[in-house]
């Protein structure tokens, strides 16, 4: 299996790796294929994502491939953020050899469930919130 030097630095150099303590959101994903498992923390401000971490437990293309997610993402506005696909992670790598195409699927889905997350979690806040009780004008 020969893998791009890209692909290989980031597997030897992965950049964000760790969690964030309370992360606006967080995804992770698993595939029973490969056993590659990973996980993403968001920290969003002004809704743009501004600080990407990741944690995965998997072979080197699956590392490589959440390092090149959380390089690519940070920044990014939500919107852009869910626009990333697998293969533009792929590409991004300089490709990747078809039996790995899968990893470079599953770091887009953890980063996408993250945001799920994350807009599922604003909603719910809104709903804590009740609105304040109008005073009448006497």
Known sequence: MIYSEKVMEHFQNPRNVGTIKNADGI????SPICGDVMAFY??????RIEDVKFQTFGCG???AVSS??????????????????NMDVAEELGGLPKKKLHCSNLGADALHEAIKNYKQRKRDLKKEKPEK???SEE
């Open 27 to 30: 995804g992770k994903v698993g």
């Open 42 to 47: 968001i920290k969003v401000k002004d809704n």
């Open 61 to 63: 293309a699956a590392i």
């Open 68 to 85: 090149m997610v959380s390089e690519m993402v940070k920044g990014k506005t939500i919107e852009e953020a869910m626009k990333i696909t």
């Open 133 to 135: 009780p109008r005073r």
